[in-house]
């Protein structure tokens, strides 16, 4: 009994370390880092990936929490604009090992929720050429990216943007391990590889439904 008494001393006491350790990086990110905007109750963990030079087009806006080891990315070559390229909207939470790289702007609005491993990317590696090496031919133009008020995606999801603009709309669900390459409709869930609407929710009814039903 006396062992597993200081075992869960130890447990709580590696807890609080771990936390300070988030409270406090994400105060350094605030102070020093020139953030388009920082909202309050921010909670960025110590070992996200965010760089310095890309903060000035990031938002975060309050309540965000950004789990261990996400990667907001801008990428090189993304064209300069006065408003920012990622923006996360009030309250959203960003599952571990998630990855939002931007080259034109990726923009979830509130409540947004990502399960772990989720890959938002709005551009793709150039390969038009195949005597040259992909990592050398640069970046294509991609499109622009808007994940709507309280969605959900789950865990290896991955929203792929090519060209134009792919909007997932609210209170949509995208199933784990899905690649989500065109729009999504308001209150639907989406499923597969590529992925497709499985059911939508019929407010007149307030059922979901099937989309032919």
């Known amino acids: 009994m006396a062992l597993e008494n200081e075992e869960s001393k130890k447990i709580k006491l590696d807890g609080v370390f771990l936390r300070s350790l988030t409270w406090l990086h994400t105060r350094r990110l605030k102070m020093i880092f020139p953030f388009f905007r920082f909202g309050r109750k921010v ?3 110590f070992s996200c990936d965010i760089l310095r030079s890309s903060a000035s087009q990031i938002e975060l806006n309050d309540e965000v929490y950004l789990a261990p080891d996400v990667w907001l990315n801008i990428a090189p070559d993304a064209p300069r604009s006065q408003e920012p390229k990622i923006i ?16 034109n702007q990726i923009v979830l609005e509130d409540d947004v929720l990502f399960a772990p491993s989720v890959l938002i990317m709005d551009h793709n590696h150039e390969f038009s050429d195949t005597s040259v090496a992909i990592h050398a031919q640069g970046m294509t133009q991609g499109g622009k990216i808007r994940i709507e008020k309280n969605c959900w995606l789950g865990t290896g999801v991955a929203v792929l943007c090519s060209e134009g603009q792919l909007t997932i709309g609210h209170n949509s669900v995208i199933g784990a391990n899905s690649v989500v390459t065109k729009s999504v ?4 869930v989406v499923a597969g590889n590529p992925a497709k609407v499985v059911k939508v929710y019929d407010p007149t009814e307030g059922r979901w439904r099937r989309p032919h039903d």
Request: aromatic share 0%.
């Open 43 to 45: 909670s960025i963990h």
């Open 185 to 188: 409709p308001p209150c639907s």
């Open 88 to 103: 996360l909207g009030q309250g959203c939470r960003i599952g571990r090992r998630s990855t939002i790289s931007c080259r």
